[in-house]
């Protein structure tokens, strides 16, 4: 079993920056790809990017492609997400999710095996 507790939410103006982090624990993260998802008010759960277990292949949608990136410390069982430019519509509870059987570019919340409770971004305009 994986825990992970998100953290680095909060208010931001439009134009704006915020990281992320996703501390994990109990049982051998670094063995974990690893993603992040956001759902908005309303809406359904939305890929946001993921990462393979060594930290050196990445996977974005297009909507955040050249302004956020995900990384990883396995030394510190922790994964990012550096979020620049905010948007408005970048505003969600952002959730770290994990699993063993992930692959680079799966987007499927149901492939994801270990979540955290989200963290609220709020972008203003």
């Known amino acids: 079993q994986v825990q992970l507790v998100e953290s680095g939410g909060g208010l931001v103006q439009a134009g704006g920056s915020l990281r992320l982090s996703c501390k994990a624990s109990?049982?051998?993260?670094?063995?974990?790809?690893m993603g992040w998802f956001r759902q908005a008010p309303g809406k359904e759960r939305e890929f946001v990017a993921n990462?393979?277990?060594?930290?050196?292949?990445?996977y974005y949608t297009d909507s955040v492609k050249g302004r956020f990136t995900i990384s990883r410390d396995n030394a510190r069982d922790t994964v990012y997400l550096q979020m620049n430019t905010l948007k408005p519509e970048d505003t969600a509870v952002y959730y770290c999710?994990?699993?063993?059987?992930?692959?680079?570019?799966?987007?499927?919340?149901?492939?994801?095996?270990?979540w955290g409770q989200g963290t609220q971004v709020t972008v203003s305009s």
């Open positions: 999710a994990g699993g063993a059987r992930l692959r680079v570019g799966d987007r499927n919340p149901r492939l994801y095996d270990y």
């Open positions: 990462i393979n277990w060594s930290g050196d292949r990445t």
């Open positions: 109990g049982r051998t993260f670094s063995n974990y790809p």
